[in-house]
């Protein structure tokens, strides 16, 4: 060791048991011992600002893992070197007299001596050191002062940093650079050092970014920015031609609009919200599982960010930002409906990344040129992003059809200017209760949608003193937008020189991106122990049953969920039965009446109608199983091929209800899964011959869980079922698609009425759109001149069909309300 480091070393060790007492950096990942690598090349931390502070967190940490020490001298290529740690940028001198130090003489050095040495091996491992920017902690204003920003601090500032934040610092390791694999062959040492010095700015640079969010300038200038855009531009002089005074009108306008949109990102503000979050989800919720969450720590190092989270509560908002920045990730900008924009909560919203959106841009060009242009300029400024591509909250709790709006200007927005790629992350929130439940319920029933006040929400606050369960939230795989692009329209890049506008050939891609995210947020999806509860319970007639056969049944869907695994990204808890049923109880979901005989566990009637949202959550995972065991609720035996073939007639209306992953051609496939998962748990069995499946005989405990399981998709094919009686029974070229629509929701709610069926979405209007398109779609349905409903003998098949899993009693009864329907003019 030479002279330098016998003085310092002592010192560090001093100043490193100071530090300790008071600084405690946290660590991303868990383990960074895991980038050292097996083989014995010299190790050298990377820096970006440096300082004492940094040296002693760094030294703190590595002492912790067992990692070679920073301040330890380095040998290698003939050099010795008084420390491990290269610095690419510091500031030097005090507050008002500081000057920047620009490049590592260190690393040119290293540079150099590898160069000499034959391209000798050196393992370069970047550490980010945030102070003020740690997940899991508060700060107050005063501290915010002196948090992390885009400013390089000089030795005043990061003291006044370390003493602040000194238990509130983020320190995240990157996975290690080797020179051999950035220094090319024959590269002259000065190029070669520029080079490594260039990649290492830049991963600072994009760590930066995906941490404390993008170098922020003031809102005006956002705001300038979005006026003197070319397109808003051109709207503008189109709309006031060569009138001065109109010219003037329009641009303010032009400004009002993009002062009206523009998010207002104030960190003090962000800070303050995120103290109120944290108390908020503790006193709400039992806790706050996260899953997954690795990837967008992946995606984030050097990717723009779309967070597609599907859209349940109000709370969607601020679960995701605050779970972003609890994971030291920027805070995205969220697209919010102007509705939202209200007194107080509008600017609070504003300040913490909302950037707000009227319902529709329908006959205003100037606001559509101008959000357009805003979009692009936060694209272009590397800020994340967040909308809900449903367009509104489920009401229903199974995921709506995709709109097109946000995500064609996104993607236009990329194709103009692709610099950085955009991965859309999809987003799965699990709930166990809902706030705005009560809400949805009547809404489905045909009341209108209150519109958001301070009033209504501060009577909303009532609520919060009720226990909501846990809350889970579980990242989906990536879908980048590029690999669809050049699947899709090979020759975008060119095509886009000479569009300006946006192109008639976006629709097809925009179709395909908006299905992907869905079927990504469904793919990871989060069985809760209420949306179990809710499974089973609404599959009994009176929503009660004994709590043993309770238990089996749980315990049944647990296997099933293994045995047909939906995706890799679906997480199942772990637990009994026993405890999911305490659970219920304890959340106030079921009852329960003791009975010698044994317990029997219920819902009330109110609470039924509230857990179909939870039940419709997760169906989709038991989508084809439970199909299969629909198919003998009425019969016992039937071949293998027969049933592909029920299953397969009706999987296009499943898979646009529920947004189920596998293609057509695939089904019969998924099928076959399907019953040898039933033939897995022993609740159905094969036929000697191995062609024909047979139920478990009457009254055994396994035809009764076959049974249950089966009833979950009763309801779909009981709407099937209604849609194809309606049209025979009133005949071909009678009825227009309104009239179908109308007379199909007023059956299904007086079969609603008469058999209690408790699913409030039973007779949602836009299943039955959903239906009725898709039967088009499939020519089984056509229009005529008239604008008529059109059908051939194919449509009396499919009826048909469907009576093989329907009861007698059902069937009857929805051939009566369509048959009063016709002889009554019911609806007309």
């Not at 093989?804 to 016709?822: K, P, Q, W, Y």
């Amino acid at each position: 060791m030479n002279a330098a480091g016998l003085i310092f070393r002592p010192w560090y060790w001093i100043s490193g048991r100071i530090f300790a007492t008071w600084a405690r950096p946290a660590v991303q990942p868990d383990n960074p011992v895991e980038f050292l690598p097996g083989a014995d090349a010299e190790v050298c931390y990377v820096l970006e600002t440096g300082g004492f502070a940094d040296t002693l967190a760094l030294e703190r940490i590595c002492r912790i893992y067992g990692m070679p020490s920073p301040t330890g001298s380095l040998n290698f290529a003939g050099i010795r070197e008084s420390r491990r740690i290269i610095v690419m940028r510091r500031m030097r001198g005090f507050i008002f007299r500081r000057k920047r130090m620009t490049g590592s003489m260190r690393l040119k050095r290293l540079v150099e001596a590898s160069i000499e040495a034959g391209g000798k091996e050196l393992l370069l491992i970047p550490v980010a050191i945030y102070w003020g920017r740690s997940p899991h902690k508060e700060r107050s204003l005063l501290k915010l002062l002196f948090s992390e920003n885009w400013d390089v601090a000089g030795p005043t500032r990061k003291l006044f940093a370390t003493l602040l934040h000194g238990r509130n610092t983020l320190l995240r390791f990157s996975e290690p650079a080797t020179l051999s694999s950035i220094i090319s062959a024959g590269l002259k040492p000065e190029l070669a050092y520029r080079k490594v010095s260039r990649i290492l700015r830049v991963h600072f640079r994009q760590r930066r970014t995906a941490t404390v969010g993008p170098d922020l300038s003031h809102r005006r200038t956002l705001v300038n920015q979005v006026l003197m855009n070319p397109k808003v531009r051109r709207v503008i002089k189109a709309e006031s031609g060569d009138n001065r005074a109109l010219l003037e009108r329009r641009t303010h306008q032009a400004r009002k609009y993009a002062q009206e949109i523009a998010a207002h990102i104030s960190y003090p503000t962000i800070a303050v919200v995120g103290r109120f979050l944290g108390w908020l989800w503790n006193r709400m919720y039992d806790g706050i599982v996260l899953n997954h969450v690795e990837r967008l720590h992946e995606v984030a190092r050097d990717k723009e960010i779309v967070y597609v989270p599907c859209h349940r509560s109000h709370f969607d908002y601020l679960l995701l930002a605050y779970i972003v920045h609890e994971q030291g990730l920027s805070i995205p900008h969220t697209a919010a409906g102007i509705n939202l924009n209200i007194p107080v909560v509008g600017a609070i919203l504003r300040r913490g990344g909302a950037f707000f959106l009227r319902r529709s841009f329908k006959g205003n060009r100037l606001y559509a040129a101008v959000f357009n242009a805003y979009l692009h300029e936060i694209l272009k400024r590397g800020h994340a992003m967040e909308y809900f591509v449903e367009g509104g909250r489920s009401r229903t709790g199974r995921l709506l059809a995709p709109k097109a709006g946000m995500l064609a200007m996104t993607v236009h927005s990329y194709m103009q200017d692709p610099r950085r790629p955009i991965f859309f992350m999809p987003i799965y929130f699990g709930y166990e209760k809902l706030i705005e439940g009560d809400s949805f319920i009547r809404e489905l029933a045909g009341a209108e949608k209150k519109k958001e006040t301070l009033i209504g929400l501060i009577r909303t606050v009532r609520s919060l003193r009720q226990n909501f369960g846990k809350v889970y939230v579980n990242v989906g795989e990536p879908v980048e937008i590029e690999p669809i692009l050049d699947e899709l329209k090979p020759d975008w890049r060119e095509a886009m020189e000479h569009e300006e506008e946006r192109p008639a050939w976006m629709n097809e891609i925009i179709d395909e991106l908006g299905t992907r995210i869905m079927i990504g947020i469904n793919s990871a999806a989060a069985v809760t122990p209420i949306s179990l509860l809710a499974t089973v319970l609404l599959s009994t007639p009176k929503q009660s049953i004994g709590e043993l056969e309770l238990i089996r049944q749980l315990r049944m869907s647990h296997d099933l969920l293994a045995i047909f695994e939906y995706s890799g990204s679906v997480t199942v808890p772990d637990w009994s039965p026993e405890e999911i049923i305490a659970h219920g109880e304890n959340l106030g979901v079921i009852g329960r009446t003791t009975h010698p005989l044994g317990d029997v566990l219920h819902m009330s009637e109110h609470e039924a109608v509230l857990m179909t949202y939870f039940r419709n959550n997760i169906q989709h995972l038991f989508a084809i199983p439970a199909s299969v065991a629909c198919c003998f609720i009425h019969g016992r035996r039937l071949e293998h091929a027969e049933l592909q073939r029920l299953i397969r007639m009706i999987y296009p209306f499943m898979k646009e209800e529920l947004c189920l992953k596998w293609d057509n051609e695939d089904i019969d496939d998924v099928t076959t899964a399907g019953i040898n998962a039933l033939l897995d748990l022993e609740i159905l069995v094969r036929s000697e011959d191995g062609k024909v499946l047979i139920r478990p005989p009457a009254g055994s405990g396994k035809a009764y869980q076959l049974l249950m399981l089966g009833q979950s998709m009763v309801p779909m094919l009981q709407r099937f079922y209604l849609v194809i009686s309606l049209l025979v029974k009133n005949g071909s070229g009678v009825l227009s698609r309104a009239k179908l629509e109308r007379l199909c929701q007023q059956s299904a709610q007086r079969l609603s009425m008469i058999y209690g069926l408790h699913s409030p979405d039973f007779f949602d209007k836009a299943l039955f759109q959903d239906f009725i398109r898709i039967l088009r779609t499939q020519t089984a349905l056509r229009r005529n001149e008239d604008g008529l409903l059109e059908f051939d003998e194919d449509i009396t098949r499919i009826g048909a069909d469907a009576r093989l899993v329907l009861g007698e009693e059902i069937r009857h009864s929805i051939l009566s309300l369509t048959f009063a329907d016709r002889e009554e003019g019911l609806g007309s």
